[in-house]
Structures are given as structure tokens and as C-alpha cells.
């Protein structure tokens, strides 16, 4: 039960803008040319952004294209 409450909170904090960290990341993110991006975190997909995203793990999740690996992770 405590894991759903945290889960809930904390997709309605990445949605409403609400999480610090994440506009950190936006930010962070918005510095490497690529097109298309993760539509929470900005991450790109494209290339020359996307070989870093490789390099650290990240990249397009399987279980929704629009989203990258580190935020559905980071919701679960």
C-alpha cells in the first residue's frame, strides 16, 4: 500500500512540474541537440544526444516510446 501511495505521488509531481529534481534534469538535458525527446525529462533520442544517453543506460522505454528508460523506473 505504501509503495502505490509513493508511486501515486510521485507521478503527480513529474505531471504538475512539481519535482525539483526533475526540472534539474530538464535543464540538464535541454543542453544536448536532439530531436525527439523524452517528453518528461527532456533525455534525447536522437543523434549525437542519444550516444550519451547509451553510454548511461538510458533510452526510448520499451513500455512507452514517448518516455525514456530512467523515468519509467522512476516511477515504479
Known sequence: ????????ETWRGMLTGEMRGL????RF?????AEPRCKLCYAPFGKPGSTLM?????????????LCTWCI???H
Open 29 to 33: 538535458m535541454k543542453l544536448f541537440p
Open 1 to 8: 500500500m505504501a509503495k502505490k501511495l509513493w508511486t501515486e
Open 23 to 26: 526540472r534539474r534534469m530538464q
Open 54 to 66: 547509451r553510454v548511461f543506460g538510458g533510452g526510448p522505454s520499451s513500455l512507452n516510446r514517448r
Open 73 to 75: 523506473r522512476g516511477a
